[in-house]
């Protein structure tokens, strides 16, 4: 086998690697028996809800142990086929083995970030919550920087944006926003952006030209439904009215209906200023509260099963996820998973997938790479 082809045999070997051990196989191998044993039951239907989680869960499963034998068995041809080429000498046999390899792998790559979404709540719509860091006018307009690139990025995903919450800056930029992203395993795919975000560049504000960094961070959440239970004390909530500021319609209304809660004893805030019923958007920011709540207990299990906590930490050095450097130098690099772009304005424009693929498999993996922080 030439090299090319085993490099793309080892790439898609280590995807469905990584499938597998995300799904757990062997386990997911004898669920999916059992489900398929329940949906042959007649009496499954007399509990409608009961049937629909089990159909979900069996199309999830099936979906995903499916695509990898079918993956598994189309390498074997390829291979062959490759192989075939090789002893008759006829290299447009090669030539085509090559091709179905490589784009088999492409489609290993695909399919497995689509298999890592298997978390409780990866299916769900999601909300991204951006706030600016030290440093005023710089770090406001880092947050508005980030905050399009999170709705550019879900515009190209084709999901649905909306923003609930918008505290524009005093000069320019924003204090924070909150965008709902609507649309399947918006959750599953966002999630790994939650940290603090580096920017280097020559700042726009500065009549010197000098070079600033500037921090912002990103908290992403699910949205939950009716079906989950989290239980808030009102006389824990300090809930204030406000006239909504910012950018006018295009992001918010500028009523007097903006509704702020605070639950005092997390210190967890949440805000919304999307509607101009302020009942509506008291509605909506319990909801964001219960959200919040309910991904601090998300992210506490899930330390638990990688054996380490990462608190949400303050927003500066030492913290960061991610490193945008616009100069002296064209680079952003992840610092979780050695990932780089040097294309940070197409970064910047939404395209982040290679960076959430990482991070989703690192999950799987719990390896840790060396990474060092970009100057």
Same mark, same amino acid.
């Given at each position: 086998?030439?090299?090319?082809?085993?490099?793309?045999?080892?790439?898609?070997?280590?995807?469905?690697?990584?499938?597998?051990?995300?799904?757990?196989?062997?386990?997911?191998?004898?669920?999916?028996?059992?489900?398929?044993?329940?949906?042959?039951?007649?009496?499954?239907?007399?509990?409608?809800?009961?049937?629909?989680?089990?159909?979900?869960?069996?199309?999830?499963?099936?979906?995903?142990?499916?695509?990898?034998?079918?993956?598994?068995?189309?390498?074997?041809?390829? *291979? +062959?086929? /490759? %192989?075939?080429?090789?002893? #008759?000498?006829?290299?447009?046999?090669? !030539?085509?083995? &090559?091709?179905?390899?490589?784009?088999?792998?492409?489609?290993?790559?695909?399919?497995?970030?689509?298999?890592?979404?298997?978390?409780?709540?990866?299916?769900?719509?999601?909300?991204?919550?951006?706030?600016?860091?030290?440093?005023?006018?710089?770090?406001?307009?880092?947050?508005?920087?980030?905050?399009?690139?999170?709705?550019?990025?879900?515009?190209?995903?084709?999901?649905? *944006? +909306?923003? /609930? %919450?918008?505290?524009?800056? #005093?000069?320019?930029?924003?204090?924070? !926003?909150?965008? &709902?992203?609507?649309?399947?395993?918006?959750?599953?795919?966002?999630?790994?952006?939650?940290?603090?975000?580096?920017?280097?560049?020559?700042?726009?504000?500065?009549?010197?030209?000098?070079?600033?960094?500037?921090?912002?961070?990103?908290?992403?959440?699910?949205?939950?439904?009716?079906?989950?239970?989290?239980?808030?004390?009102?006389?824990?909530?300090?809930?204030?009215?406000?006239?909504?500021?910012?950018?006018?319609?295009?992001?918010?209304?500028?009523?007097?209906?903006?509704?702020?809660?605070?639950?005092?004893?997390?210190?967890?805030?949440?805000?919304?200023?999307?509607?101009?019923?302020?009942?509506?958007?008291?509605?909506?920011?319990?909801?964001?509260?219960?959200?919040?709540?309910?991904?601090?207990?998300?992210?506490?299990?899930?330390?638990?099963?990688?054996?380490?906590?990462?608190?949400?930490?303050?927003?500066?050095?030492?913290?960061?996820?991610?490193?945008?450097?616009?100069?002296?130098?064209?680079?952003?690099?992840?610092?979780?998973?050695?990932?780089?772009?040097?294309?940070?304005?197409?970064?910047?424009?939404?395209?982040?997938?290679?960076?959430?693929?990482?991070?989703?498999?690192?999950?799987?993996?719990?390896?840790?790479?060396?990474?060092?922080?970009?100057?």
């Amino acid at each position: 086998m030439r090299a090319e082809g085993q490099a793309h045999i080892d790439r898609i070997e280590a995807a469905l690697a990584l499938v597998r051990r995300s799904l757990d196989w062997d386990r997911a191998v004898r669920r999916l028996d059992e489900l398929n044993a329940r949906v042959e039951d007649p009496t499954l239907w007399n509990d409608p809800k009961k049937a629909e989680e089990v159909m979900r869960e069996r199309r999830r499963l099936e979906a995903s142990i499916g695509t990898v034998n079918e993956i598994t068995r189309e390498m074997a041809d390829a *291979v +062959e086929f /490759v %192989e075939l080429g090789e002893m #008759e000498g006829d290299d447009a046999v090669v !030539a085509e083995g &090559l091709q179905s390899l490589a784009t088999l792998a492409a489609r290993a790559d695909a399919d497995k970030v689509q298999a890592l979404l298997a978390g409780e709540a990866d299916a769900n719509d999601t909300y991204i919550e951006i706030h600016a860091g030290a440093g005023g006018t710089e770090s406001q307009d880092w947050a508005e920087m980030l905050f399009r690139m999170y709705a550019r990025w879900a515009e190209r995903k084709g999901y649905k *944006v +909306e923003t /609930v %919450e918008y505290q524009a800056g #005093e000069q320019a930029g924003i204090k924070s !926003a909150t965008l &709902l992203i609507k649309g399947e395993n918006a959750y599953g795919y966002g999630k790994t952006e939650s940290g603090v975000h580096r920017l280097v560049r020559i700042s726009p504000y500065d009549s010197a030209a000098r070079r600033h960094t500037s921090f912002s961070s990103v908290w992403v959440y699910p949205v939950i439904d009716d079906n989950i239970e989290i239980e808030i004390n009102e006389s824990d909530l300090k809930i204030d009215t406000y006239r909504a500021s910012g950018a006018g319609g295009q992001h918010i209304n500028t009523t007097d209906s903006a509704v702020r809660i605070t639950h005092i004893p997390t210190g967890i805030i949440v805000a919304s200023q999307h509607d101009r019923s302020q009942h509506k958007n008291r509605a909506t920011a319990m909801g964001m509260l219960k959200a919040r709540m309910y991904e601090a207990e998300l992210a506490k299990r899930e330390a638990a099963t990688l054996g380490e906590y990462e608190a949400k930490t303050e927003i500066g050095w030492g913290h960061q996820i991610r490193s945008y450097v616009l100069q002296p130098y064209q680079m952003v690099k992840d610092l979780r998973t050695g990932v780089v772009s040097t294309a940070p304005g197409d970064v910047l424009d939404g395209k982040i997938d290679d960076f959430i693929a990482a991070a989703l498999a690192q999950r799987v993996t719990g390896e840790t790479v060396e990474v060092e922080d970009v100057e």
